[in-house]
C-alpha cells in the first residue's frame, strides 16, 4: 500500500475512533452536569456536528463549567484533527487525482519494437538512435520515479520489474523484435534469464562491464553480449599516432570508393590550416563530405573551416586517394618514429588500451592511483608532478581513461599546460562532456554512452552500414523517384538535408563519379552519407 493510502486508512480510524469516544463523554456528560440526559444517536449527532463545524444545534449554552471546559478542548482538538486532515487525505488526494500516471502495461497493438531495461546515465543515446531510425521501443522501469521522470520527458514507459516475466509480459516482449538491457553484469543476466522464460525467440542483447562475464549472459541466454568498454579502448588505441598502423581501421566500401573518417594530428602539414589553403582536393583527390569540429559534425563545410589538430574529416574516394590523405594528417613522427604512449587510469577502458599498445609493441606508461602489477607511475591524474614523473612532457601521445568526466576535463588541462605538442586522447562518460575536453584541449574524445548506444541499436537492426561506432555518420541506399529527372545540383541534396551523394546504383553498375551534373534516373539507387538527422531528412523529403 502507498504511503498516502495508509495515512489516510490510519486517519480514519482515528477520527472514527474520536468520534465514538466524543459520543460517549458527551451522553455522559449531560447526563451527569447538565441533568439533561442525551441519547447515543443524539450524542453522536453532536460529535458529527462539532468535527464538522456545522454547530451544535440546541444543546449550547452548557451552564455548567464543566461541560464548558469539555466543549472548549474539544473544539481545540476537532481544529486540530480539521488541520490535519489537509496535509494527511486532502493534499495526498489532490497530487494523486492530478498526477501523471506512467501506464503498468503496453497497448495491445503494439509489435515490433524494442524493449529496454536501461535507465542509466547510458540509456539517452541508445533511446536517440531508436528514434533517429524511428523503430519504436518501450522502457521497462521498476522505480517510480525513474519511470515518471522518462514518461514525462516523452518515451513510452511501462512501470514494471524487467526481471521478472510479468514485467516483460506487460512489456509484449512475446511481441517485441528485441530486448536491450544494460543495468549492471548481473541484473542484466537476470533479465535475460526471464526474458528466455517468457519467449526463447525474442532476441536478447545485453551489455556488460567486465567482458570476463560474457560467458555467464551466453549461459542465462543472450544472444547477443557487448562490452562497451573494450571497443572504447580498442578505438583509443587505433588513434594513438604511431607509424605502425593508419587511420583506415573506419571505412565503408562502396564498389571501388572508399567513405572514411581520417583525422587531422598534431605536427601534420594540414593542422592549423584552412580546407581551401590545404588544397586536400587537388593533392589527394578525395571528396570532403563533412567534418566533426571539437564535437560537432558540419555537412559540407565552409573553404574558410580551419583544420586544428584533432578535426575530423569525413571524405569519399578511392583506396589510393584517402591513403594519400592519411598521408598528409599524420605528423612526421607518426611517419617516421614510434614515440612513447602515457595511459592515464587502468580501469576497464585503459587496461585495453594498454594491452592493445603493447600488442603493437608501443612503448607504454601506465599511471593509476592505485598501485598494482601493471602500474608505472601511482598518483593522482591531476598532479602536474606526477604526470612528469610519467613523462608526459616527452610523450608522443597521452590517452586519459578515466571514469570521471570532470577528473578527465581537469587532467586535459593539466596535460595541455605541460605538453602543448602532444597528442591527446581521451574518454568520457557523458556525451555532454565531449565538448567541453575539446575546449580543454582534447584532440580526440569517445563517450561510452554514445559508443555504447550505437553498439546496442547496430545490435537490433542491420540494414545500415554505420560507419563508426563513435560517431553519428553511416552510409545507406535509398530509392528517391521523386528526384528521377534531375540533376545532383538541382536535387540539392547536400544544402536540403546535409547528406552527400556519394555514389549511383544503376541497373547493376555503381557510378562513383558524381557530380552536381549527374542526372538522376527513375529506378537509379543512390548511395547517401550522413548523420543520423541528416539521413532521417532525407528519407522525410525525397523517399
Not at 451544535?56 to 486532515?85: C, H, K, Q, T
Not at 522501469?141 to 506487460?170: F, I, K, Q
Not at 597521452?398 to 595541455?416: G, N, Q, Y
Not at 554512452?449 to 545507406?476: C, I, K, P
Request: proline content about 4%; aromatic content about 6%; some cysteine.
Amino acid at each position: 500500500m502507498d504511503t498516502w493510502k495508509r495515512r489516510v486508512v490510519l486517519y480514519a480510524v482515528f477520527l472514527g475512533g474520536m468520534i465514538a469516544f466524543t459520543a460517549v463523554t458527551y451522553q455522559y456528560g449531560m447526563r451527569a452536569y447538565e441533568n439533561d440526559p442525551r441519547t447515543l444517536i443524539e450524542s453522536f449527532r453532536f460529535a458529527v456536528e462539532m468535527f464538522s463545524t456545522t454547530g451544535f444545534g440546541g444543546d449550547a449554552p452548557w451552564r455548567s463549567p464543566e461541560m464548558n471546559a469539555y466543549i472548549a478542548v474539544m473544539d481545540l482538538v476537532g481544529m486540530a484533527l480539521i488541520f490535519g486532515a489537509l496535509p494527511v487525505v486532502a493534499t495526498p488526494l489532490l497530487e494523486s487525482a492530478f498526477a501523471t500516471s506512467v501506464p503498468r502495461s503496453l497497448e495491445a497493438d503494439l509489435e515490433g519494437h524494442v524493449v529496454v531495461a536501461s535507465d542509466t546515465t547510458r540509456s539517452d543515446a541508445l533511446l536517440d538512435e531508436f528514434e533517429s531510425e524511428d523503430v519504436p521501443y518501450a522502457v521497462v522501469e521498476r522505480d517510480p520515479d525513474r519511470a515518471l521522470a522518462l514518461y514525462e520527458a516523452g518515451h513510452r514507459v511501462v512501470r514494471a520489474d524487467p526481471e521478472t516475466t510479468e514485467g516483460l509480459e506487460r512489456a509484449r516482449l512475446g511481441a517485441a523484435r528485441a530486448l536491450v538491457t544494460d543495468v549492471s553484469d548481473r541484473v542484466d543476466a537476470s533479465i535475460v534469464l526471464a526474458a528466455k522464460e517468457l519467449s526463447t525467440d525474442v532476441r536478447a542483447i545485453s551489455v556488460v562491464e567486465d567482458p570476463s562475464r560474457e560467458r555467464y549472459h551466453r549461459l542465462a541466454g543472450a544472444d547477443e553480449v557487448l562490452s562497451p568498454r573494450s571497443l572504447l579502448g580498442e578505438r583509443l588505441a587505433s588513434k594513438v599516432t604511431t607509424a605502425l598502423r593508419t587511420d583506415l581501421d573506419e571505412v565503408v566500401a562502396v564498389g571501388d570508393l572508399r567513405i572514411a573518417e581520417i583525422s587531422v594530428h598534431h605536427g601534420s602539414g594540414l593542422a592549423g590550416s584552412t580546407l581551401a589553403g590545404s588544397a586536400i582536393g587537388e593533392r589527394t583527390g578525395v571528396d570532403v563530405i563533412g567534418a566533426w569540429f571539437d564535437g560537432s559534425f558540419e555537412a559540407a563545410p565552409p573553404p574558410d573551416a580551419t583544420l586544428s589538430a584533432g578535426t575530423v574529416l569525413l571524405v569519399s574516394g578511392t583506396e589510393e586517394q584517402v591513403e594519400r590523405l592519411v598521408d598528409l594528417t599524420n605528423s612526421a613522427a607518426r611517419r617516421f618514429g614510434a614515440g612513447e604512449t602515457v595511459v592515464v587510469g587502468h580501469g576497464q577502458v585503459g587496461r585495453t588500451v594498454a594491452s592493445a599498445l603493447e600488442a603493437g609493441d608501443v612503448p607504454v606508461t601506465v599511471v593509476d592511483r592505485e598501485d598494482g602489477e601493471a602500474i608505472d607511475v601511482v598518483g593522482d591524474a591531476t598532479d602536474p608532478e606526477t604526470l612528469r614523473e610519467a613523462g608526459v612532457t616527452d610523450a608522443r601521445t597521452v590517452v586519459l581513461a578515466l571514469p570521471d568526466d570532470t577528473t578527465a576535463e581537469f587532467a586535459t588541462l593539466v596535460v595541455r599546460d605541460l605538453a602543448p605538442n602532444v597528442e591527446l586522447l581521451a574518454r568520457v562518460e557523458d556525451p555532454e562532456s565531449v565538448p567541453k575536453m575539446h575546449r580543454a584541449g582534447a584532440d580526440y574524445v569517445l563517450s561510452l554512452s554514445t559508443v555504447t548506444g550505437r553498439m546496442s541499436a547496430s545490435a537490433v537492426f542491420t540494414d545500415r552500414d554505420v560507419l563508426s561506432l563513435d560517431t553519428h555518420v553511416e552510409v545507406v541506399r535509398s530509392e528517391a523517384s521523386v528526384l528521377a529527372g534531375r540533376t545532383v545540383g538541382q536535387a540539392a541534396v547536400r544544402e536540403t538535408t546535409g547528406c552527400t551523394v556519394i555514389a549511383i546504383e544503376r541497373g547493376g553498375d555503381l557510378i562513383t563519379d558524381v557530380g552536381p551534373e549527374t542526372r538522376i534516373e527513375r529506378g537509379d539507387e543512390l548511395v547517401l552519407a550522413g548523420t543520423d538527422e541528416g539521413v532521417r531528412s532525407f528519407e522525410r523529403a525525397f523517399a
